[in-house]
């Protein structure tokens, strides 16, 4: 179902994982919220009047729910929220109201729905656009959108060219159905699949002033209501079948309690389905007569949705890591969301150059999606704050495989990726010995260098904190048992760039003298590379180092 379908939430639809208020003062907070609210607003127009999704359903609905919240944060500074259906409305009045529907957050807002109710029903949520059909003694007298649930334009054209709308149904009298028109998608798994863009291609098919017999064959129907049918659903459902709307009955499934709920929502989430859908509708069986509905949402149906394939968060700080060989990682901490039973709390940009583009800063709120199921990504910035916050990027000309053998000022994170990655699998594989270990030993200021845990006493190491009695007596036998490394194991700790099929197996001495096309002669290596194994060898921190292996007695230095 489109974005209007729930454009408003119950005041009990609280979520567990809903952010605290922000600590702004009233003049910031007046300006974040009418910012969001522009922003909205924009949005709105665009899907509206123009046919166009700058962000997507989802993400729209995070940002509604986002204003919503500030403005129960800051009531002195909330607005009345402007109507997103505002100049939407149609020329042809809808027979019957579209209602469109709550949202609920989650489990206990679902549970919280449920429970005074009896004569339950549940439905998928179908991706596409809404339609009003009016039959007259069998016959299909008008197809209307939703408009603004109360006025729709008038598709009766098209709908005559769509083979799922029946143009004859035996029924005398007036008959009002109340349905989704949907792209068909045959087998599609809405937890693999995603939204595929399918209510944008009914949308813009039937925005055109005719439809091709290809394009209209792609359309289909799903009746989710019939507002003058019978008054229990049960004998609505048995009419519908009567009438020919099979599908639409079979998806239609009683509940009792919050488990049935769960089950179908994860069954049809997971499922094939000939359609895309964004969630469940929960139905009371009995509700009133379609001539009393409003176009807002009512008390007697509501939306569950699926979870989240993108979450909408704040940027709460930007954190610049520089890895062992230079490289500068941005990474954004955030504001914890849930993505698919995951909390994310941080999303690395990759790269320098693409944080400068984005420019997230904190207060910024960012769309995030999971690659591959596993690792968080940041998609874009949704939208910024009126505040931006300064943020002191390091220099990428101050960073290089070469640069941070202490830990000095702006050489922290390198000299601790490069302690890491010396003890670790890449280089010494020091067991019991990883991150942890070397926080603690610098922490209590013994690495002013890479390799000082080599003179380590033990008596030094077990009065360190963190480290009991039995553990600095394990430590010990781990660092002393790395001077019988292989010469060119320690090469490869110490950072030396890879050098493709050429032989590490002399000394210190044999592999310094050679030059650059010597290096370059060995199969995988080139003139770039080449010229970074000549300067590792010649740089002065690498020769200090050196110096300190042949007094801890390591072969080849």
Same mark, same amino acid.
């Given at each position: 179902?489109?974005?209007?379908?729930?454009?408003?939430?119950?005041?009990?639809?609280?979520?567990?994982?809903?952010?605290?208020?922000?600590?702004?003062? !009233?003049?910031?907070?007046?300006?974040?919220?009418?910012?969001?609210? /522009?922003?909205? /607003?924009?949005?709105?127009?665009?899907?509206?009047?123009?046919?166009?999704?700058?962000?997507?359903?989802? %993400?729209?609905?995070?940002?509604?729910?986002?204003?919503?919240?500030?403005?129960?944060?800051?009531?002195?500074?909330?607005?009345?929220?402007?109507?997103?259906?505002?100049?939407?409305?149609?020329?042809?009045?809808?027979?019957?109201?579209?209602?469109?529907?709550?949202?609920?957050?989650?489990?206990?807002?679902?549970?919280?729905?449920?429970?005074?109710?009896?004569?339950?029903?549940?439905?998928?949520?179908?991706?596409?656009? #809404?339609?009003?059909?009016?039959?007259?003694?069998?016959?299909?007298?008008?197809?209307?959108?939703?408009?603004?649930?109360?006025?729709?334009?008038?598709?009766?054209?098209?709908?005559?060219?769509?083979?799922?709308? !029946?143009?004859?149904? #035996?029924?005398?009298?007036?008959?009002?159905?109340?349905?989704?028109?949907?792209?068909?998608?045959?087998?599609?798994?809405?937890?693999? *699949?995603?939204?595929?863009?399918?209510?944008?291609?009914?949308?813009?098919?039937?925005?055109?002033?005719?439809?091709?017999?290809?394009?209209?064959?792609?359309?289909?129907?799903?009746?989710?209501?019939?507002?003058?049918?019978?008054?229990?659903?049960?004998?609505?459902?048995?009419?519908?079948?009567?009438?020919?709307?099979?599908?639409?009955?079979?998806?239609?499934?009683?509940?009792?309690?919050?488990?049935?709920?769960?089950?179908?929502?994860?069954?049809?989430?997971?499922? =094939?389905?000939?359609?895309?859908?964004?969630?469940?509708?929960?139905?009371?069986?009995?509700?009133?007569?379609?001539?009393?509905?409003?176009?807002?949402?009512?008390?007697?149906?509501?939306?569950?949705?699926?979870?989240?394939?993108?979450?909408?968060?704040?940027?709460?700080?930007?954190?610049?890591?520089?890895?062992?060989?230079?490289?500068?990682?941005?990474?954004?901490?955030?504001?914890?969301?849930?993505?698919?039973?995951?909390?994310?709390?941080?999303?690395?940009?990759?790269? %320098?150059?693409?944080?400068?583009?984005? *420019?997230?800063?904190?207060?910024?709120?960012?769309?995030?999606?999971?690659? &591959? %199921?596993?690792?968080?990504?940041?998609?874009?910035?949704?939208?910024?704050?009126?505040?931006?916050?300064?943020?002191?990027?390091?220099?990428?000309?101050?960073?290089?495989?070469?640069?941070?053998?202490?830990?000095?000022?702006?050489?922290?994170?390198?000299?601790? =990726?490069?302690?890491?990655?010396?003890? &670790?699998?890449?280089?010494?594989?020091?067991?019991?010995?990883? =991150?942890?270990?070397?926080?603690?030993?610098?922490?209590?200021?013994?690495?002013?260098?890479?390799?000082?845990? %080599?003179?380590?006493?033990?008596?030094?190491?077990?009065?360190?904190?963190?480290?009991?009695?039995?553990?600095?007596?394990?430590?010990?036998?781990?660092?002393?048992?790395?001077?019988?490394?292989?010469?060119?194991?320690?090469?490869? /700790?110490?950072?030396?760039?890879?050098?493709?099929? #050429?032989?590490?197996?002399? *000394?210190?001495?044999?592999?310094?003298?050679? *030059?650059?096309?010597?290096?370059?002669?060995?199969?995988?290596?080139?003139?770039?590379?080449?010229?970074?194994?000549?300067?590792?060898?010649h740089h002065p921190e690498v020769l200090a180092l050196r110096r300190q292996l042949q007094a801890a007695g390591v072969?080849?230095?």
């Open positions: 179902m489109p974005r209007w379908i729930a454009l408003y939430l119950l005041p009990f639809a609280l979520d567990s994982f809903a952010a605290p208020c922000p600590a702004w003062p !009233p003049e910031r907070a007046q300006r974040e919220l009418t910012t969001l609210s /522009a922003q909205i /607003a924009e949005w709105d127009a665009a899907y509206h009047r123009q046919g166009q999704s700058p962000i997507s359903d989802e %993400l729209y609905d995070q940002a509604r729910q986002r204003l919503d919240d500030w403005q129960a944060c800051f009531p002195a500074q909330a607005s009345a929220p402007a109507n997103p259906l505002q100049g939407t409305a149609g020329e042809v009045r809808l027979p019957v109201a579209q209602t469109g529907l709550n949202k609920l957050r989650d489990e206990a807002a679902v549970q919280q729905w449920l429970q005074p109710r009896h004569e339950l029903w549940i439905q998928p949520k179908v991706d596409g656009v #809404a339609v009003t059909l009016v039959y007259r003694d069998g016959v299909l007298q008008q197809a209307l959108s939703r408009g603004d649930g109360r006025f729709g334009q008038d598709w009766t054209s098209q709908a005559r060219l769509i083979a799922a709308i !029946p143009q004859q149904l #035996a029924e005398p009298g007036e008959l009002l159905l109340q349905g989704e028109l949907y792209w068909r998608l045959p087998g599609h798994v809405q937890a693999r *699949d995603g939204g595929a863009g399918a209510r944008g291609k009914v949308a813009g098919a039937l925005a055109r002033h005719s439809l091709d017999s290809r394009t209209a064959a792609q359309i289909g129907l799903f009746v989710w209501d019939w507002p003058n049918g019978p008054e229990s659903m049960a004998e609505r459902l048995a009419g519908l079948r009567r009438l020919g709307f099979v599908d639409s009955v079979e998806a239609t499934q009683p509940i009792t309690d919050l488990a049935a709920a769960r089950h179908w929502r994860e069954h049809w989430y997971r499922s =094939a389905l000939p359609f895309a859908s964004d969630g469940v509708v929960l139905r009371q069986g009995r509700r009133p007569a379609g001539s009393s509905w409003a176009a807002e949402p009512p008390q007697w149906a509501a939306a569950w949705k699926y979870p989240v394939a993108q979450a909408l968060t704040e940027v709460r700080a930007v954190q610049f890591n520089i890895g062992r060989s230079g490289r500068i990682t941005p990474v954004l901490q955030l504001q914890p969301v849930q993505l698919d039973g995951r909390s994310i709390q941080r999303v690395s940009l990759g790269s %320098l150059q693409r944080w400068q583009a984005l *420019d997230a800063r904190p207060g910024d709120q960012v769309a995030i999606a999971l690659a &591959g %199921l596993t690792i968080a990504r940041l998609d874009s910035v949704v939208w910024r704050s009126t505040e931006r916050a300064a943020v002191q990027a390091p220099r990428a000309a101050d960073y290089d495989a070469l640069s941070c053998w202490h830990p000095d000022a702006g050489c922290a994170s390198q000299f601790r =990726a490069r302690l890491v990655w010396l003890g &670790g699998k890449q280089g010494l594989q020091l067991s019991g010995v990883g =991150a942890g270990t070397w926080d603690k030993l610098q922490a209590a200021g013994k690495l002013n260098g890479l390799l000082d845990w %080599l003179t380590l006493k033990p008596q030094e190491l077990a009065t360190t904190p963190g480290f009991a009695a039995r553990s600095a007596n394990t430590l010990q036998q781990s660092f002393a048992g790395a001077r019988q490394r292989p010469f060119g194991q320690w090469l490869k /700790a110490l950072g030396l760039p890879p050098s493709g099929a #050429a032989p590490l197996d002399g *000394d210190w001495d044999s592999l310094a003298a050679r *030059d650059a096309q010597q290096w370059d002669s060995f199969n995988g290596i080139g003139a770039q590379r080449a010229q970074q194994l000549v300067a590792f060898f072969a080849g230095f």
